[in-house]
Structure formats: C-alpha cells, structure tokens
C-alpha cells in the first residue's frame, strides 16, 4: 500500500511563496498521476494541480495558473508544489493524492490521500 505525506505548509504573508512537498512510501507503481487538492472548512474539496506519473504532463487549476507549479522528484519518491504569489484565498489545508483510477476528469480517481498540510496566507 501506498503512503503519501504531505509537508511545508506554514504562515505566509500574501504575495510570498511557499513549496509543498508529497513524499512516497510504499508500493507505486499503481499511481499513475499526483495531484494536490486543497480544502476550505463548509467548502467543496478543490483540485488545484496534478502531474502524471507516466509523461510528466502537468495541468492548474485556473486559479493558480501561472502562479503554482508541480514537478518531481524522483530521486527522492516526491512530488513537490511550489506556490508564488500566494494570496489569501490559497489559505486551506492542503492535500496530497495518488491516482489509480483512469477518468476524463482530471481530479477524479485519487484513492491514496494523505493527512494533509495547512496553508495560512496572511493579508
């Protein structure tokens, strides 16, 4: 079984930057994509950027597009997010996930989550 832990959330002044990191354990090779979801407390869960395992493609939510990227590290079995620009609307709990499950919505067919990483954007 996979174990996914997310890390690197914090307290950051708006317009500052941050980078969340996704450490694998674990058996992987089910995981076909990595996505990062974040969520706000009576809000639905939201997909804000995921990368596949198998071309490196990557997709943003439009609301951080141009600000977050996602890459790998594979030397290391992570994935990592680095989030610029950070404005108070980013403030969530962050999410980690591993994809298993093939769909044509990008942010559907995540089984293996992690505990998650809290992200305060202050204004």
């Known amino acids: 079984e996979v174990q996914l832990q997310a890390s690197g959330g914090g307290l950051v002044q708006a317009g500052g930057s941050l980078r969340l990191s996704c450490a694998a354990s674990?058996?992987?090779?089910?995981?076909?994509?990595i996505g990062w979801f974040r969520q706000v407390p009576g809000a639905d869960r939201e997909g804000v950027s995921c990368?596949?395992?198998?071309?490196?493609?990557?997709y943003y939510a439009d609301s951080v597009q141009g600000r977050f990227s996602i890459s790998t590290d594979k030397a290391n079995n992570t994935v990592n997010l680095q989030m610029n620009g950070l404005k108070y609307e980013d403030t969530a709990v962050y999410y980690c996930?591993?994809?298993?499950?093939?769909?044509?919505?990008?942010?559907?067919?995540?089984?293996?989550w992690g505990q998650g990483t809290q992200v305060t954007v202050s204004s």
């Open positions: 990368i596949s395992m198998r071309d490196g493609s990557t």
């Open positions: 996930a591993g994809r298993t499950f093939y769909s044509s919505d990008l942010y559907v067919g995540y089984d293996k």
């Open positions: 674990g058996f992987t090779d089910d995981v076909n994509a």
